[in-house]
């Protein structure tokens, strides 16, 4: 893999149920930016991981599977698979999340192009809840936000910003985090 404008992680632990979609709703992006998908995979115990290296097979100049020697849990297994991306770029898809607009990386790195003094882009998105089957639209739309709100308070209660629709510049979140 030459080195990509973007780079997706997808970090998954038993989610045979939901890792196909998701990286299929990568691989189905109409763009004209490179990207490669780096997927860490930490110890499931179910068919995660063979799931995940068919389809490294099936796109090998796309589809990097990282696979933990031990299960790392959620930050190690974020900090251990974005060690591998390469992207100037990066952006995340978890392995039971799926992108609906299937321009999203043109849109959101087409804005970061040409608007350098920002550093991260994110957008509205829907849930669906497994257990009811219940789907929840515009979520970022429709938070209420107080007017008078400490910084921390936002991030720490009301953080509505979703991973799945966040795309950053990689150099900002090596220098941050």
Same mark, same amino acid.
């Given at each position: 893999m030459n080195d990509p404008i973007l780079s997706v992680m997808i970090t998954a632990y038993n989610q045979d149920g939901f890792i196909a979609e998701a990286i299929e709703s990568v691989l189905n992006q109409k763009t004209t930016y490179t990207f490669e998908i780096i997927i860490g995979e930490d110890c499931s115990n179910d068919n995660t991981l063979k799931i995940c290296t068919d389809y490294e097979k099936?796109?090998?100049?796309?589809?990097?599977?990282?696979?933990n020697k031990q299960n790392l849990g959620i930050l190690g297994n974020w900090e251990s698979t974005f060690?591998?991306?390469?992207?100037?770029y990066f952006s995340i898809c978890e392995g039971d999340d799926y992108w609906t607009d299937e321009k999203k990386i043109d849109k959101q790195?087409?804005?970061?192009?040409?608007?350098?003094?920002?550093? *991260?882009?994110?957008?509205?998105?829907? &849930?669906?809840?497994?257990?009811t089957g219940i789907k929840e639209e515009n979520c970022l739309r429709n938070r209420r936000f107080q007017k008078i709100i400490k910084y921390s308070d936002y991030i720490?209660?009301?953080?509505?910003? *979703?991973?799945?629709?966040?795309?950053? &510049?990689?150099e900002l979140y090596r220098k941050y985090h």
């Open positions: 099936k796109y090998p100049d796309k589809i990097k599977v990282v696979r060690s591998h991306c390469k992207g100037k790195i087409d804005f970061l192009e040409k608007n350098p003094e920002f550093g *991260m882009v994110c957008s509205n998105y829907s &849930k669906v809840y497994q257990t720490i209660v009301r953080n509505s910003i *979703m991973t799945a629709t966040v795309v950053m &510049k990689s």
